[in-house]
């Protein structure tokens, strides 16, 4: 569909460009002195690439030269550390980790890509990005990621991006890891990418900030092609029905957040757009079911039901003009009728309505399903309570106008920004979060970054943390400092994750039993899921085959639930065949097959009688 490009050779002005090179190079304890201004006042018309190393070295960046409205010169500090003059509240005494795990190190920096990008890069990028050793900690349960899966070899896609004491990005990697940490593949974007999602199974889907494009990268091939239009690089998803992306406008280069729009897979023209009212802007999260768009609004603290033909609302859960009730984890009730005001959580900072505040990754799962990032942040860079941030699945009754907490696990963090809560097919939920400052010689708080998959009990089954160095002073490694520009403004510094996808490389089954609807008739069941998340449900087939012969006995037709959803899929077992070894295969619309042996009849139990693991149905 798309013609594959080389990465780009884009060129920037010296004015700009001397600018962001002396910031990039005057960190503290470097030796370097550049005299800006003299450069800037030499009108010498020649361009740089964005990009060092020769034409072989293509797919290496140069990200010490900032995007150009982040392009502010940085003057040396004159010997005064300010992140050790601000105050630091005393870390969280939290545990989050499995109860029973084992543990992996992986060291991001010998991976093969990052060192070309490492020995490429400028000095300032080395200084701050390239290092500690070792700085990947991984710790996991396999008995609770497993759970009643017959295989979960997941994998695990995510942005990840260092960024100076100024905020600005400095080098970026999309990363594909496995459950153990490991790191599969890795690609370097243009400049950073936000949310990821998957395309299809082999392809990831994302967009860089600055407007360098929309792409897909294909992570075991690892090529990439540029998708036919510009999208905002807070959200963008892909529908396989309508063959179209569902994303924002770019609109300054910034963060143009406030108009929700679906591109032709093909042109890349738009066919619908949307602008919310303007108290409901800063839109973070578009996905799709049916004739609807779901738009999460940060500013407006809530999700919004959007007719996809008309752009009218049909109802907004969240915020002080909710169309629901809310009961939250606790059982606490918030009455739409009095605006959802929170007389449950006293705060001081503003009035708060509902149970979340500026969240993150809001999105449809099923009809009656939704999950959120709860960053429980409020103005004045303040969190709205003590409470850390959360991931939240939420349970619709649209009959009864009420929503319901199902999920809620604290996450020990202090997100301002970024975060997610994904349902998997174990009934698990996976996300990310970061805390607000950073405690180097604190065990559960020296890390930059975390992902965590956690079970429906609240138990951690796997975590993933990410360790840095100190963006204002790398030779410090003792120092509490702040993960952000300071400590009241959301844009982070250091290494972060703006969200965290998992995905399998062949179909996902649980469950398989024997159901017998009419009497002296059998047929298998097992419990399905596809590879990744979609924004429709997706096509699949399960085939029944004689193991001996290699003969197909027979075939069903269903369709992947594109969330996770449990779906149970039934296939009639020939009676010549009921005392024959059976093999079931499942096959998604892209041709990625899982084969279950599924043995004699008589050897498995009834649907009935066997314990499955907790689920969202």
Known sequence: MYQSVPHCTSTVSVISSTKEVAASLMHPGLKVKIVACTLLLVGVAFTVSRYSGSSSNGDLKNYAVPYPWEAVLQLAPDGSKIYQEWRYEDAP???RLPARFTTNRVDLFSYPKVV????????GTKYLCNGPEGNIYVWKSDADIQADLLSADGYNVFNLDCRDELANSLVAFIVVMDMNGEIVSVHMPHTRAESVSMYNTQTVLFSCTGGEGAFLWNWQEDTVQKLPFLADAHTLVYRHSDNKFYGLFLDDGKSA??????FDGDTGDYSWAYEPPAEFTRINMVTVSGEFAYVSSRAGNCLQKVDLKTSEIVWTLGSHLSDFHFFDSEGNFYDANKRLRNTIKQNQVETLFGTFQRQHKFQHLRDDFYSLFDNNFCSGGKFCNPDSSRMVVIHLDAAAYTATEVFSWPTG???MIYGGADVLPSGNVLGNSYHKAIYPTNAE?????????VTRAGAVAWRVSFKGLNPWDPTDTSSTYSHSLKPTDEAPVGWTIYSVERFYKKPVAAN?????SVPNARSLQL???NTMRSQDDVPGSLYLYNKADQSLLAKTDFKFQKSFFPVDVTVDV???NVGADLVLMIVNTWQDGQMVQAGKLGALFPCDSIATNPRFV
Not at 116 to 123: E, G, R
Not at 445 to 453: K, L, Q, R, S, V
């Open 574 to 576: 020939p009676e010549s």
């Open 257 to 262: 957040t406030t108009i929700a729009v679906a």
């Open 527 to 529: 419990t399905v899921f």
């Open 93 to 95: 005494s939290v545990r």
């Open 512 to 516: 398989l039993c024997v159901k017998s």
């Open 116 to 123: 070309q990008q490492m020995t490429y890069a400028l000095p």
């Open 413 to 415: 963090d202090q997100s």
């Open 445 to 453: 708080y020296m890390f930059h970054a975390n992902i965590w998959e």
